[in-house]
């Protein structure tokens, strides 16, 4: 089992920074890949950036790209979401969450899932 609990939600003013913080604990073995998921109510969970490895394969959704960055730090078992330049756009509940594959992009693609943190982005 892994456990993923985000941190770093809040409100933020558009234009402002944000970093929002995952710590993943348990069986971290099984894990190939974090990624990082926003959702808002009615709408399906979005895709938004993924790592795998030690921070040499990322990919990111085209909408937040130039804007956030996902970074891991091993030795604190920590996953980050540096947002910048944020929007209201943006607004979302975060999910961080976990998969054993290399390149996965969709929900069903992850294991293991936090609970979220809110991002409110004011105009």
């Known amino acids: 089992q892994v456990q993923l609990v985000e941190s770093g939600g809040g409100l933020v003013q558009a234009g402002g920074s944000l970093t929002l913080s995952c710590a993943v604990s348990?069986?971290?073995?099984?894990?190939?890949?974090m990624g990082w998921f926003r959702q808002t109510p009615g709408k399906e969970r979005e895709f938004v950036a993924r790592?795998?490895?030690?921070?040499?394969?990322?990919h990111y959704a085209d909408s937040v790209k130039g804007r956030l960055t996902i970074f891991k730090d091993n030795a604190k078992n920590t996953v980050y979401l540096q947002m910048n330049s944020l929007k209201p756009e943006d607004t979302a509940v975060y999910y961080c969450?976990?998969?054993?594959?290399?390149?996965?992009?969709?929900?069903?693609?992850?294991?293991?899932w936090g609970q979220g943190t809110q991002v409110t982005v004011s105009s």
């Open positions: 969450a976990a998969s054993k594959y290399y390149r996965p992009s969709e929900v069903a693609d992850f294991d293991y």
């Open positions: 348990g069986q971290t073995f099984s894990v190939t890949t």
């Open positions: 790592v795998t490895g030690n921070n040499r394969t990322r």
